[in-house]
């Protein structure tokens, strides 16, 4: 995938990320973007609060400005009034001038304590930030840094779908990459993403020839399956049935597994086509 096209795959979840962090910052505006790996600069792609378009596809060079000293730090920092500032270069002057920006702070996101992310909080007045004010975004950020995590994930499950020439995936592959995909779109926060992953999920299954042969399911694999598809949770399901929750999940599982699904939902149709639920 390309840099461009991470990009553009990212910005609607940028807007509401920035969004969400202005709203908690209490700050006039709210902008940032997204650095590839390695890389040594990154643009600003998404603004929350902006008055003029002077940010937009401002491209920050590695300890350059406020955003390129956080990139370099791997840390918070902050300054009260901007312009004046000491120990940041001020190449970047011209365009937050234009926002009338004064103190403005920069955050990056790490994983795998490489920056992916950089997002500015910016006030047009002087305005003293502390140390509990920085604390107030450390839940924000994890689930933010686990978010992009996860992306990573699905990244490198979608190229494994892209084979060396004469390299074809096995039925069983393609299952596993299935539900590993749908096993990630229940971790995450972000209701997009969750959806998208699970729609890739689906089609991937829907696109893998299902076996003929007859499918066995233990009794006890019936009962999981049957009280799943009335609504019941795995709690639930291990209450009415006499067995623990991890029991449960297992039994869910490898029926999963023979009924070649890769979320309960695909799991109880395919039962239910089947004869084995009603």
Request: aromatic share 4%; charged share 25%; proline share 4%.
């Amino acid at each position: 995938m390309s840099d461009r096209s991470r990009v553009e795959l990212a910005k609607p979840s940028m807007a509401r990320t920035l969004a969400a962090f202005r709203s908690q910052a209490r700050m006039d505006m709210a902008f940032g973007g997204l650095v590839n790996p390695g890389a040594s600069s990154f643009a600003i792609t998404g603004s929350s609060g902006a008055q003029t378009a002077a940010l937009n596809n401002l491209v920050i060079r590695s300890g350059a400005g406020l955003g390129g000293k956080a990139l370099v730090l791997g840390r918070p920092i902050s300054v009260m009034h901007y312009h004046g500032a000491k120990g940041i270069t001020h190449i970047y002057d011209h365009a937050v001038r234009q926002e009338r920006l004064e103190t403005v702070a920069a955050l990056p996101v790490l994983v795998d304590s490489i920056p992916r992310m950089v997002i500015y909080l910016a006030s047009r007045a002087q305005v003293g930030l502390g140390t509990r004010w920085f604390d107030s975004f450390v839940p924000m950020l994890r689930r933010l840094e686990r978010d992009i995590a996860v992306e990573d994930q699905v990244r490198r499950r979608l190229d494994a779908l892209r084979p060396e020439p004469q390299t074809v995936l096995t039925h069983a592959e393609l299952l596993d990459i299935a539900r590993e995909l749908a096993d990630l779109g229940e971790r995450v926060q972000d209701d997009k993403l969750r959806e998208r992953l699970e729609a890739v999920s689906d089609r991937l299954v829907a696109a893998t020839p299902r076996r003929s042969t007859p499918i066995h399911l233990s009794p006890r694999e019936i009962d999981v399956l049957a009280q799943v598809s009335q609504g019941c949770t795995n709690q639930d399901a291990a209450n009415n049935l006499g067995l623990l929750p991890n029991t449960v999940k297992s039994y869910l599982k490898t029926a999963m597994r023979k009924l070649q699904a890769a979320n309960r939902v695909q799991a109880i149709t395919a039962a239910r086509q089947a004869g084995l639920i009603s």
